[in-house]
């Protein structure tokens, strides 16, 4: 039973909807069965973590069922009948949560059974709570589809030869909802295209391009944000487009959810990742400033957590930037929000880096030795500080050594990722013809340097090939 999809389900609920769920399968509009109540409550008292030995099949069968012989199918069907109930529970809360949408179908069971007083009272009290919402997102835009609908329908039931503005409303809301949703869509495929070897169909987004031209944002931040994340992606001049989104995620932020606007900064800011890819110095800075304002409000994160590669490629944008004082009161104060295990080799190795890029190099390579290898994204990044330190200080034995332990710790290590694998050999490849006077004195090999793919650290080796 520990490991049955019930339990994993369990697991997820918090203390609240645990006490919630319990009401839920007691209740008899949603459940008559008596076993799956007690069912239920001799579970719930293993919560939270239902590792308990009590949840043995056969000890969970004889407290239900005192006396009887143990009976394996009638145990599934208990556990088949829970889980229906739980996964019921999940919709039907989700669903009270849905904005207005609970209550646009209660007024269209009211125009169904021609409660025209009850649908006046509460069309009045959902209109009130839409135009409350604080997110101006596609939900908005069809909540007020459709509202403008129900409307429209309990107009057409007065039977009065007049005009009603109800129907252009809902069909403008429609018109919002769709071009919010597909410029959302569009966006997302573009930009997975830019970094994985897929290829999208865009569907209609291209036929309604001029329209958008035409008409603008149809007063709709999003659908705003989102056209000129499409035009960044596509446009030519996508540097004008990209500083218009800026101003727009600026002035827009509350108009959306975190998770929302989390996504529109994360589309930005693979626009910038790419740019400085190419070497475009000016999107250091622009990446810098969009990772940091993420942090700081918060979007950036996730289940409360930064994640270690927002931290560290914020830390990164800081030291090529050179704001050092500012980078190491980042990693202080920042490296609490890290996930406890991974919090303490963060700290040395971004500690590293720091001091790395200061020419500290005493210092570096003590907080590298604090950094523990078990973690293969610690141990690649350590082992490729460590190879610029030798390199620059020209300790070329130890440079050497490092060059071909670790090209054997990338062809051995089965927990790397073929493509990481090829950016650290291909970086190794190149530091080696860095080594070489006759290759680096080869007019080809800057090209090379700047179209290999994958790659880490381009910048530091084209500075190598110019310094």
Known sequence: MYNSKLIALLKTFSSSELRAFKDFVASPFFNKNQELVRFYLYLKKTAPDFSSKKLARQQVFRT????????????????????????????????????????????????????????????????????????????????????????????????????????????????????????????????RQKTLSVQYQLGLIEAVQPYLEENGDLNSPGIAIYYRIFLTLTASNSELHFEQLKGLLQNHRNAFSTFEMKEMYLMALNYCIRKVRKNDKQYVKEAFDLFRQGIEERLLYENDRLSPWTFKNTIKLGLRLRQFEWTEQFIRHYKDDLEEGIRENALHFNLADLHYYRRDYEQALDYLQRVEYSDVFYALSSKVVLLKIYFETREMEALHSLVASFRVYLHRNKLISANVRQTYLNFISLLHQLLKPEERQAENLREKIIRTEPLTDRTWLLQQLEG
């Open 64 to 191: 239900l069922y005192p006396g009887q012989s143990y009976d394996d199918k009638q145990l599934n069907y208990l556990m088949s009948f829970l889980l229906k109930l739980a996964e019921q529970y999940l919709g039907w809360t989700k669903y009270q949560t849905n904005g207005v949408l609970p209550q646009c179908d209660v007024l269209a069971a009211c125009l169904d059974r021609q409660l025209d007083k009850h649908y006046q009272n509460i069309y009045q009290k959902t209109q009130q709570k839409l135009e409350a919402q604080p997110w101006r997102d596609a939900s908005f835009f069809y909540q007020r589809l459709r509202l403008s609908d129900l409307a429209e329908r309990h107009f057409n039931q007065q039977k009065v030869r007049r005009s009603d503005p109800n129907l252009q409303d809902a069909a403008d809301h429609l018109d919002r909802f769709y071009l919010h949703t597909q410029l959302k869509y569009a966006c997302e495929m573009l930009d």
